[in-house]
């Protein structure tokens, strides 16, 4: 496929990258130059395939020297960094239990039931949308977009790569049907982030991401219908379904740790407590259905299932586990310490008045977009955009006379969905690393800038800025 989209995303880039300086140009130096060593080492972590921990820490001491230069002793600083990481503070247990639950549906079975039972029902007519459908079931169970993409999403680009299929487009459905769940699971660490930042109710938070997702899904489905009849899957034989079937014991009592969650999620129980007695009906699956002693169990708890194997089945199946969060953890700890920084010196004071102006002219909604935008095009991930645009959107909004869950759905439908249009960004390049694809494939992933396009026209309260 020709890379026009990507030319295009990155004279997107450049645009993003002019209109930021223009915001913030002016008396506003010294945070200027924290943002360009920010992301100078932010960029070059990316080249060098660093962990992006390295340039967070860097940005934070840049900006900590900005409140020092503006007259901040450095212990109000260390306060304020520490007022920051507050709301992260209380993800600890989420994110604990998310790796936990990752890897006991593994050792379970669970995860193994939907690739199996999932690939078999497949209309080989309709790969690419049956690629997107069993993608959206499966990270809206494991919450996660590179579990899904790093469990069904590598049987599905392998029975791409292997049958015909346009892998672009299959990895741009697989990515797709990732994102649906990242965006609206109750096991979402995003989702859990984005409540704990606005102070909603993540419960709450999911219905309205329901009722504002309904089009873009729809839309989606008859996309990648389309793409189905021009792209079908010659059939014939794999492996990977009778390795999986060699390994684990399918019993239809491996799904009930996934039923006990979506269960008590409908009955809007604490999304702790739904994982937690998820958790325990997988350790019972393990050690009576796939026979795993308890030291063994424990263990996949702590490091992460690892599957005893050479074949590639251990690949596609092996991974969560506790330890397997602790990175998500500190990069979600340190990037919150910039919206403590950030907060009480008012280094975005400047900008904020500028976006005011602009959500007067176009719309809440759009300027949330905008800055969504140009937030995931500079930090590179999803973490940052989601405190940066609630930190810079939160008073227009409140001004505005919209609440927390206003501006909580407009995050999920702007700043949760746009971190994945930048081929840079870690949101992508993981999955496109995980199923060997190249950036061609995120003009099909079609679901991504559904989302935050079809809610320009949702007839609500933010989109009109009343």
């Known amino acids: 496929m020709p890379l026009r989209p990507i030319v295009f995303l990155k004279k997107v880039y450049i645009i993003l990258l002019a209109c930021t300086i223009l915001l913030i140009w002016g008396h506003t130096m010294d945070f200027l130059i924290s943002v360009f060593i920010f992301m100078t080492f932010l960029i070059f972590s990316l080249i060098k395939n660093i962990s992006i921990l390295i340039p967070l820490i860097i940005g934070m001491l840049a900006f900590s020297i900005t409140a020092f230069n503006r007259g901040y002793t450095f212990k109000s600083i260390y306060k304020m960094i520490l007022k920051g990481m507050k709301k992260a503070l209380l993800l600890i247990p989420i994110f604990a239990l998310i790796g936990i639950i990752t890897a006991t549906w593994r050792a379970s079975g669970t995860i193994p039931f939907f690739v199996y039972y999932g690939t078999k029902l497949m209309n080989p007519d309709y790969f690419i949308l049956f690629a997107f459908l069993l993608s959206c079931l499966v990270s809206f169970a494991l919450g996660t977009s590179f579990g899904t993409v790093g469990t069904i999403g590598v049987v599905l680009i392998v029975l791409a790569k292997g049958r015909g299929v346009n892998v672009s487009i299959a990895a741009g459905a697989i990515i797709s049907g990732a994102f649906f769940g990242d965006r609206c699971s109750p096991t979402s660490s995003s989702a859990n982030l984005v409540a704990a930042v606005t102070g909603t109710n993540l419960y709450d938070n999911i219905k309205r991401m329901f009722i504002t997702g309904i089009l873009p899904f729809v839309a989606t489905v008859i996309i990648y219908f389309v793409l189905s009849k021009q792209s079908p899957m010659k059939i014939n034989e794999s492996t990977l379904l009778d390795e999986i079937s060699f390994y684990f014991d399918l019993s239809i009592l491996t799904v009930f740790p996934a039923v006990i969650i979506f269960l008590l999620a409908f009955f809007r129980k604490n999304v702790k407590t739904s994982m937690f007695f998820s958790i325990i009906a997988a350790i019972f699956v393990c050690l009576f259905i796939q026979k795993m002693d308890i030291t063994e169990i424990i263990k996949t708890m702590i490091l992460g299932f690892k599957l ?152 609500s309260l933010s989109q009109s800025g009343k």
Do not use: H
Not at 315 to 324: D, M, R, V
Not at 370 to 376: E, R, W
Not at 392 to 408: F, P, S
């Open 308 to 459: 005893n194997s050479d074949r590639e089945i251990a690949q596609i199946i092996s991974g969560g586990g506790l330890l397997s969060m602790v990175n998500v953890l500190l990069i979600v700890l340190i990037a919150s310490s910039y919206s403590g920084i950030f907060e009480e010196t008012g280094m975005l004071n400047d900008i904020q008045g500028i976006l005011k102006k602009m959500s007067n002219k176009i719309g809440i909604y759009l300027t949330t977009l905008f800055i969504s935008l140009v937030t995931g095009a500079f930090f590179c991930n999803q973490t940052l955009p989601v405190l940066l645009t609630y930190q810079l959107m939160n008073k227009i909004y409140i001004e505005k006379g919209l609440t927390k869950k206003d501006i909580a759905i407009d995050i999920e439908n702007t700043a949760i969905m746009t971190s994945e249009l930048f081929p840079w960004s870690i949101a992508i390049a993981v999955p496109l690393a995980t199923l060997s694809a190249t950036p061609a494939s995120i003009p099909y992933a079609v679901y991504l800038y559904l989302v935050p396009l079809l809610n320009i026209f949702k007839p």
